[in-house]
C-alpha cells in the first residue's frame, strides 16, 4: 500500500479550476517531486493535503486512512508536516523555541502544571529541549539555539523550517521549494539535508521545487503540472524529457 | 401612527448622518485597509473649525464651510503623512494602535485648545423647516438625505469611471501588485485620505447645522456609532455603509420611541450589542466580501 | 538575571524614596489656615472643578484682604481628581499631605462618596459645594452647600403642581447621570403623590447626540410640560432640537440648567426664553453681596459664574464661620471636633441665601426658583 | 544535570521571590512608619491594580497579539461580581476579599470564555471594534442589573482599614499573578501563544489549535482583569459604571504599549510610571492625557523605524548571549 495516495483531487475557485484530477501515489521512503511552471497549481495541492483548503473533487489518504477535508491540526496529528514556499517562522522566538513548538502536541503536562510548575513541567521540558537540541543539531542549527528566528540568514531560515516540521513527528513531510533564493552552494548542501534527513528519520518526501539540477538530483519521481492538470508523471528523467512537458517549459 | 411615523422619520434623519459618516470610515477601510479611527475626531475638528469662522463674524458662510472641507481635508493629509506612512507594511496592531493614538491626539488637543464645555454654533445655514400634513420636517434633513446620495453616487462613479479610480480598486485588492503594474500606491493612499477626510469636512458642515454643538468627544461618540454602522454595513462597501447608517439610524430610533421604560438604560448600548451579533454572526457584514488569507 | 533584578528592585525603591520625600516637601502652614478643594480640574467635567476654584477664590482673596480668619489668613490649595473614583482618594490624601484643615469638596458626588471612610477617619470639616447626591454627606463631620437631588425634585413637583398648576408631566432624563435620575425619582414620586400623571419618559445616556426620538416620544404624549432635571449643556442640545421640530411646551427644570446661558449665546439665546428651573443662586439678583460676586468673576474670569461657583464661595464662607465660631485662635489651634460642633450654630447669608445646618449635615434654605424672561433669570 | 536543573530554577524562584519580599518589606516599612505621604501611600495600591490589569491586557495584546479593546468590560465584571459579594455577605473580612476575588475572577472569566468563543472568527481590525463594543455594552448592562446600584453604583464595599495591610493584600494578589504570567508565558502553552502571534498560519500547520488557544488566553486574561477589578473595588470602596468606560481601556493600552508590549517587566514598570504620572509631571495636568497619545504613536513608530529596530536587536543580542550563557549551563 502507498504511504500517500491521491485520487481525483481538484479544487475551484470562483469557477476557476486550479487544480483538476490530480492523482499521485507516494511509496514510503520515496523522494517525490511536484513540479511545473508559476501558477500551476502546486502549492494549492499542498494547501489541500494539509487542510489549508477543502478540495471540491477527490480524496486522499495517508497510509489507508482518509483524511480529505480534515483540520490542518489532524492532518498534521496524523502525521503530515510541511514548509512553506513564503518562509513562514515564529520570527521573535529563538530557533529552539521554534522547534519545542513543533514538539507541542507531543508534549502532555497540562495548564496546572504550567502556572504551578510542578515536577512534570521540569521533566518534560527538559526531555524536549533535549529532543529539540538533537533535531537542531541535525540541521547545524544547535549554536544558533537562542538567536530569535528572524535574525538567522536565509538559508538557515529554510532548515529551521523543515526541523520544525520534523519535530512534529510526521510520515510525509511536504516541502515547499526549499531551494527558493538559494545560491548553488546552498542548494548542494540542502540536497545533502534532505537525503540526510530522509535516511535518519526513515521520512517520506514530497517536495515542490522549481531548481531542476535539484529535483533531478535527489527525487525518484515527479509529477508535472500546468494549468492544474497533470502533464506527465513517473521516473524523474522519463518524465521531464516527456515532450509536453518540454512544450509547457520551453514554449513551441 | 401618527408617532410611529415621526419615529421612523427621525430614525432616517440620524441614519442618513450616521451614513453619511460611516462612508468615509469605509472608504478609506476599502482602500488602505485600515481601521481609520480618527475619521470622527476630524469631524470634530471640522465643526470646531465652523464654530472659530461663525465667530469672526464678518466670514460668509459659504467661505467658512470652504475652510471646514479644507481644513480636514489637510488635517487627514497630514494625519496620513505623518502618522499612518511611516508604518505602512507594520503588522496590522501598530497601525490600529497609531491609529487609535492619533484619534485620542486629536481629542486632547481640542481639549487643551477649546476645553471640554460644550460649545453651541449659531444656525448658520438657517434653513428652517417644512410642513408635510400634519408632520414638520427640517429642511436640513433633506440637504443631509441629498449629499449623501449624491456623495454616494459620486464617490462609485469615481472609482468606476476614472483612473486615479481604478488605482484606488487596484491598491484595495494587493498593493504589491498595484506598486508592480506602476501604481504609485503612496500617492493613491494619501488621495484616498485627502478625499476621506473632505468627506468628513463635509459631514461636519452637516453635523454642526444639524445639531449646532461640538465638544472635543463629539467625533469619536458620534464616530463610534458610524462606525458600527459601516462594519454592520460591510465595511469597504459604500452602499453597506449607506444600508447600515439608516438601519442603525432606525433601530436607535425605535428602541427609544418604543422600548419599555425598564430597560431604556440599554437604549445607549444598542448599537454596539447590534454590532457585536452582526459580527458574530456574520463577520463581513451584510454586503461585505470575505476575506481569504493567502498561504 | 540576577543583576537585572537587583538593579530593578533598587531602581523602584530609589524612585519611590525620590517620590515620598518629594512628597513630604510641603510648606509651613503654621500661619495660615489651610482649605482645600478636590474636583475635576481636567477632562469631560472639568467645568465644574474650576467653577468651584474660582469661586472659592474670590471668596479667599475677599476674606484675606479684610484680614482673614482672627488674624490669620487662609490658603487655598486644590487637586484634580478628574470626576474618577481613584484619583478622587489621591486627591484627597495630597490634600491631606499638604495640610488641610478644612474640605470644600469634592466637587462631584461619586469622588465625595469614595472619599467618605477617609473623611471620617480624620474628621476634618467638610463641606462640599455641590457633590449632591445623598451618601455624599453622610459622615458627622459632612456638611452641604447645594441641595440634595432628590430634595430639588420634591420640591420642583410642589412648584409644577401648585403653582404653575400643571398636571401631566414627560421627562427627559440622563440615566448614566446618578444627579438626574436621582433628581427625577423625587420628582416622580411627589408630582404623583401630589396627583399628577408621568405622561412619557424619554431618557437618554452620556452619548446620546441625537434627541430627535425622545422629543418625537415627548410631543405626542399631550403632556403640559417637559421636566428636564439634567445640567445645562445637555439640555441646550435638547432646546435645539426642540425647536427645530416646532415643539413648544414649556420646560422646567433644576439647579443643573443653572448656566444655560453660557452655551446659548447669541441668537440661541431665544430658546432658553421662558424655561423655569430651580436655583439657589440667580447671577442678576439685585443683592449688592451676588452683585460683587458677579462683577469680580467676570473680571477676573472673563464669564458670568454660575452655581458651582456659588455654593464654593458660600462654602468658604461658612468655614469661616466654623473657625470663628469655635473659637479657634489661631492655625495650630485647630480643634475638627469644635469646628464641625460650630456648624449648626452658624447662620451664613450666602450667594445662595441664607442658610443654617443641623446634625444631618443638609442645608436648611430657601430653593429659588426663577425664569428667564428676556435672556434674564428673573426670581419667582 | 538534573540537580543542576533545578538548583538554577531555585536560584531563579529564590531571587524572584527574595526580591518580591524585599520590595514589600521596604514599601510596608515606609507606609507604616509614615514615611510615605498619604497620597503615595494610595498611589502604591493603585498601582498593584493598574499592574495587575495592564498585565492581564499584555496576555491578550502584547503576547497573543490581539488587539482588545474591551478590557474594562473584564475588569468591571470582576469589580461587580466579587465586590458584591463581599457587600452581600456576612464574613471576616479578609474572607470577603478572598472570596471576592474568587468570584470575580471566575465570573470575569466565564465573560470572558463566552465572548472570545463567540469571536473566534475575528481579526485584528473587527476583533478590536468588537472588544470596544463589548466593552460599552456591559457598561451599559450593569446599570440595570438589580442590586449593583445603577447608575450612582455600587457602594458601601469594605475596605482594609490598616494602609499596610490594604497594601499588602494588593501586592500579594499582584506578585501571584505575576508569577501566573510568568510561568504560563514560559510553558509550553505560552509558546503556542506567541507562535499564533508570530505566524498563526504556521501555527496551524504543526498542529497548534488556535482557536482552543486563543479562547484559553482570553479566558486566563479576564481572570486577572477581574482580579484587579476586585481590588480595585476594596480600594475604592465604590464602583460605578462610569468607572469602566472606554478610556480605562485605552489607559490600560498606553501601559502595555509603553511597556514593550510582552513583557511582564516592561509592563510593570510602564504602569507604575502611568500611575505616578501626575506626581511626576505636577502643574502638567493638562497635558497627561496628551502624552498618552503621544506615548501610543511614538511607541509604534519607533517600533516600525529600521534603525530603532537595529538597535532593538542589539540589545536582544545581549540579552541572548547572556541567557545563551545560561542556557549552555543546562546543557551541559
Redesign the interface.
Known amino acids: 500500500m502507498s504511504m500517500l495516495k491521491v485520487e481525483n483531487l481538484g479544487i475551484t475557485f470562483g469557477g476557476l479550476h486550479a487544480v483538476e484530477n490530480l492523482n499521485l501515489e507516494i511509496e514510503k521512503n520515496e523522494l517525490y517531486g511536484l513540479i511545473g511552471p508559476n501558477g500551476a497549481g502546486k502549492t494549492t495541492v499542498f494547501n489541500m493535503l ?1 487542510g ?1 483548503y477543502k478540495p471540491t473533487t477527490g480524496k486522499f489518504w495517508l497510509d489507508g486512512e482518509e483524511l480529505t477535508g480534515r483540520s ?2 489532524e492532518i ?2 496524523k502525521g503530515i ?2 514548509t ?1 514556499q513564503n518562509i ?7 530557533v529552539a ?1 521554534n522547534v ?3 514538539l ?2 507531543q ?1 502532555r ?1 497540562g ?1 496546572a ?5 510542578l515536577p512534570g ?2 521533566k ?3 526531555d524536549y ?1 533535549k529532543r529539540a ?1 538533537e533535531l537542531l543539531a541535525v540541521f547545524d542549527l544547535y549554536d544558533e ?4 528566528a528572524s ?1 538567522l540568514p536565509y538559508g538557515k531560515q529554510r532548515k529551521l523550517e523543515i526541523a ?2 520534523l ?2 513527528s510526521p510520515r510525509l513531510l511536504l516541502l515547499d521549494e526549499p531551494a527558493a533564493g538559494m545560491n548553488p552552494n546552498e542548494t548542494a548542501e540542502l540536497m545533502n539535508t534532505i537525503r540526510f534527513v530522509r535516511e535518519k528519520f526513515d521520512m517520506t518526501i514530497l517536495l515542490i521545487e522549481h531548481d531542476m539540477r535539484l529535483v533531478m538530483g535527489i527525487c525518484e519521481r515527479v509529477t508535472v503540472l500546468n494549468f492544474g492538470t497533470e502533464l506527465a508523471s513517473g521516473e524523474t528523467s522519463k518524465a521531464l524529457n516527456d515532450p509536453a512537458v518540454v512544450k509547457a517549459y520551453l514554449g513551441d | 401612527m401618527q408617532m410611529l411615523i415621526s419615529t421612523l422619520i427621525d430614525g432616517l434623519n440620524l441614519g442618513s448622518v450616521y451614513a453619511l459618516v460611516a462612508l468615509g470610515y469605509s472608504m478609506v ?1 476599502g482602500i488602505a485597509k ?2 481609520n479611527f480618527a475619521h470622527g475626531d476630524v469631524i470634530m475638528v471640522g465643526i470646531y473649525s465652523i464654530f472659530v469662522c461663525l465667530n469672526m463674524n464678518s466670514l460668509p458662510v459659504p467661505v467658512t464651510m470652504l475652510i471646514c472641507v479644507a481644513v480636514c481635508a489637510v488635517l487627514g493629509f497630514t494625519v496620513e503623512k505623518l ?1 499612518y506612512k ?2 505602512r ?10 491609529a ?3 484619534s ?2 486629536l ?3 481640542a ?2 485648545f477649546f476645553k471640554s464645555e460644550r460649545r453651541f454654533l449659531q444656525n448658520f445655514l438657517q434653513l428652517g423647516s417644512i410642513q408635510i400634513g400634519s408632520f414638520e420636517l427640517p429642511v436640513i434633513s433633506l440637504v443631509i438625505w441629498g449629499t449623501t446620495l449624491v456623495i454616494m453616487i459620486v464617490l462609485n462613479l469615481l472609482i468606476k469611471y476614472t483612473s486615479m479610480g481604478r488605482a484606488m480598486l487596484a491598491v484595495s485588492e494587493d498593493k504589491g501588485a498595484a506598486q508592480l503594474m506602476g501604481v504609485n500606491v503612496n500617492r493613491t493612499i494619501s488621495i484616498t485620505f485627502v478625499i476621506g477626510s473632505a468627506l468628513a469636512g463635509v459631514a461636519a458642515i452637516l453635523y454642526a447645522a444639524k445639531y449646532q454643538n461640538v465638544d472635543p468627544y463629539t467625533g469619536s461618540v458620534f464616530g ?1 456609532k458610524a ?2 454602522a459601516a ?1 454592520f454595513g460591510g465595511i469597504g462597501s459604500i452602499p453597506g455603509a449607506m444600508i447600515g447608517g439608516l438601519s442603525l439610524g432606525l433601530i436607535e430610533a425605535l428602541t427609544i420611541g418604543f422600548l419599555p421604560e ?2 431604556s ?2 437604549s ?2 444598542i ?3 447590534l ?2 451579533l452582526m ?2 454572526l456574520k ?1 463581513s457584514g451584510l454586503l461585505g466580501k470575505k476575506k481569504v ?1 493567502k ?1 | ?2 543583576k ?3 538593579f ?2 533598587l531602581m ?2 530609589t524612585l ?2 525620590v ?2 520625600f ?3 516637601g510641603a510648606a509651613d502652614n503654621s500661619n495660615v489656615f489651610v482649605l482645600g478643594i478636590s474636583g475635576p ?3 469631560t467635567a472639568s467645568t465644574y472643578g474650576n467653577a468651584v476654584v474660582n469661586g472659592a477664590q474670590i471668596a479667599v482673596d475677599k476674606i484675606n484682604a479684610a484680614g482673614g480668619i482672627n488674624g490669620y489668613k487662609i490658603k487655598l490649595i486644590y487637586q ?1 481628581d478628574e470626576a ?4 478622587a ?3 484627597y ?2 490634600l ?2 499638604n495640610g488641610m484643615q478644612v474640605f470644600i469638596g469634592c466637587v462631584t458626588s ?1 469622588s465625595s ?2 472619599c ?2 477617609l473623611i471620617k477617619a480624620d474628621g476634618i470639616l467638610q463641606i462640599t459645594p455641590s457633590a449632591s ?1 445623598i ?1 455624599a454627606a453622610v459622615n458627622p463631620n459632612s456638611f452641604r452647600v447645594c441641595f440634595t437631588d432628590p430634595l430639588q425634585g420634591t420640591k420642583m413637583a410642589e412648584y409644577v403642581y401648585n403653582t404653575l398648576g400643571y398636571r401631566k408631566a414627560a421627562a427627559c432624563y440622563n ?4 444627579y438626574s ?2 433628581m427625577y425619582d423625587a420628582f416622580k414620586e411627589r408630582f404623583t403623590e401630589l396627583g399628577g400623571k408621568i405622561a412619557v419618559e424619554a431618557p437618554f ?1 452620556k ?1 446620546t447626540s441625537d434627541f430627535n426620538a425622545q422629543i418625537t416620544k415627548v410631543a405626542s404624549s399631550g403632556a403640559d410640560f417637559i421636566y428636564l432635571p439634567i445640567y445645562a449643556e445637555k439640555a441646550a442640545q435638547i432646546l435645539i432640537t426642540a425647536d427645530s421640530k416646532g415643539v413648544k411646551l414649556p420646560f422646567v427644570g433644576g439647579d443643573g440648567l443653572d448656566g444655560i446661558m453660557n452655551y446659548l449665546t447669541g441668537d440661541l439665546g431665544k430658546l432658553a426664553e421662558n424655561l423655569i428651573f430651580l436655583t439657589p443662586f440667580v447671577s442678576t439678583d439685585t443683592d449688592p453681596k451676588v452683585q460683587a460676586f458677579t462683577n469680580t468673576f467676570i473680571e477676573k474670569y472673563d464669564m458670568t459664574p454660575d452655581q458651582f461657583a456659588a455654593d464654593a464661595y458660600d462654602a468658604v464662607y461658612l468655614a469661616k464661620l466654623a473657625i470663628e465660631q469655635a473659637g479657634i485662635t489661631a492655625p495650630t489651634a485647630m480643634d475638627n471636633a469644635a469646628v464641625v460642633a460650630a456648624m449648626t450654630q452658624i447662620e451664613l447669608d450666602g450667594l445662595t441665601g441664607k442658610m443654617t445646618f443641623d446634625a444631618s449635615g443638609e442645608p436648611n434654605k430657601d430653593a429659588k426658583v426663577a425664569k428667564i424672561i428676556n435672556g434674564e433669570y428673573v426670581a419667582q | 544535570m ?1 540537580s543542576n ?2 538548583k538554577i ?1 531555585a536560584s ?1 524562584v529564590f ?2 521571590g527574595a ?1 518580591a519580599i ?2 514589600w518589606g ?2 510596608a516599612l ?1 507606609i507604616a512608619a509614615g ?10 495600591i ?1 498601582i498593584c491594580y493598574y499592574v495587575t490589569l495592564a498585565l492581564s491586557l499584555d496576555l491578550v ?1 502584547g503576547y497573543l ?3 482588545s ?1 474591551g478590557h474594562a468590560a473584564f475588569y468591571a465584571v470582576g469589580a461587580y461580581s466579587g465586590c458584591a459579594f463581599a457587600v452581600y455577605t456576612n464574613l471576616p473580612l479578609a474572607l470577603k476579599f478572598i472570596g471576592g476575588l474568587l468570584v470575580g475572577g471566575i465570573c470575569a472569566a466565564i465573560v470572558g470564555f463566552l465572548i472570545s468563543c ?2 473566534l ?2 481579526r ?3 476583533l ?3 472588544t ?3 466593552g ?2 456591559v ?3 450593569v ?2 442589573i438589580p442590586g449593583l446600584g ?4 455600587l ?1 458601601g464595599i469594605p ?1 482594609f482599614d490598616s494602609r499596610v495591610v490594604g497594601f499588602t493584600a494588593s501586592y500579594i494578589v499582584l506578585v501571584l499573578v505575576i508569577v ?1 504570567i510568568y ?2 508565558t514560559h ?6 501563544v ?2 499564533i ?3 498563526a ?9 488556535i482557536k482552543r488557544t486563543k479562547v ?1 488566553v482570553f479566558t486566563i486574561s479576564a481572570f486577572i482583569a477581574g482580579l484587579a477589578g476586585v481590588v ?1 473595588g476594596f ?9 469602566f468606560d472606554y478610556n480605562v481601556s ?1 489607559e490600560a ?1 498606553v501601559m502595555v ?1 509603553l511597556g514593550g508590549m ?1 513583557s511582564i ?1 516592561g509592563t510593570v ?1 510602564a504602569s ?1 510610571i502611568i500611575v ?1 504620572l ?3 509631571l505636577r502643574g502638567m ?6 502624552i ?6 511614538a ?3 519607533i ?3 529600521p534603525k530603532c529596530r537595529a538597535l532593538k ?1 542589539k540589545l ?1 543580542g545581549k540579552i ?1 548571549g547572556f ?2 550563557r ?2 549552555r549551563k ?2 551541559k
Open positions: 494539509t489549508v490542518s491540526i498534521n496529528r508536516a510541511r512553506f513562514r517562522l515564529f520570527g521573535n522566538m529563538t523555541e519545542l513548538v513543533g507541542n502536541n508534549m503536562y495548564l502544571s504550567s502556572f504551578l510548575r513541567f521540569f518534560e521540558e527538559r529541549s537540541d539555539r537562542d538567536t530569535l535574525n520544525r516540521a519535530a512534529t | 477601510y485600515m481601521l502618522a511611516p508604518l507594511g507594520s503588522p496590522s496592531l501598530s497601525v490600529l494602535i497609531t487609535i493614538g492619533v485620542y491626539l481629542q486632547n488637543l481639549l487643551l463610534i462606525f458600527a462594519v425598564s430597560l438604560a440599554v445607549d448600548g448599537a454596539y450589542a454590532l457585536v459580527l458574530i463577520p488569507e498561504v | 538575571m540576577k537585572t533584578a537587583r530593578l528592585s523602584i525603591a519611590m524614596v517620590l515620598s518629594a512628597g513630604c480640574m481636567t477632562g484634580d474618577t473614583v481613584d484619583k482618594k489621591t486627591a490624601e495630597k491631606m499631605d461619586d462618596i469614595a467618605n471612610d447626591a451618601e440615566q448614566d447621570d446618578s435620575t436621582g445616556g452619548d | 538534573k536543573l533545578r530554577f531563579r531571587i524572584g526580591a524585599a520590595i521596604v514599601l515606609l514615611i510615605f505621604s498619604r497620597s503615595m501611600q494610595s498611589l502604591l493603585q495584546v497579539g490581539d488587539l479593546l463567540a469571536i472568527k475575528l485584528g481590525d473587527y478590536a471594534i468588537v470596544l463594543a463589548f460599552e455594552f457598561r451599559s448592562i446599570k440595570i445603577g447608575t450612582k453604583g457602594l475596605s501566573a510561568n504560563f510553558s509550553r502553552h505560552g509558546r503556542t506567541t507562535a502571534r508570530d505566524n498560519i504556521a501555527a496551524e500547520s504543526v498542529g497548534i489549535n484559553l480595585s480600594y475604592k470602596t465604590s464602583i460605578t459604571p462610569g468607572d485605552i493600552l504599549v510582552g517587566r514598570i507604575a505616578l501626575p506626581e511626576l495636568d493638562e497635558y497627561r492625557m496628551l498618552y497619545a503621544i506615548v501610543l504613536i511607541m509604534m513608530m517600533k516600525a523605524s536587536e536582544d541572548n541567557r545563551s545560561f542556557t543546562r546543557a
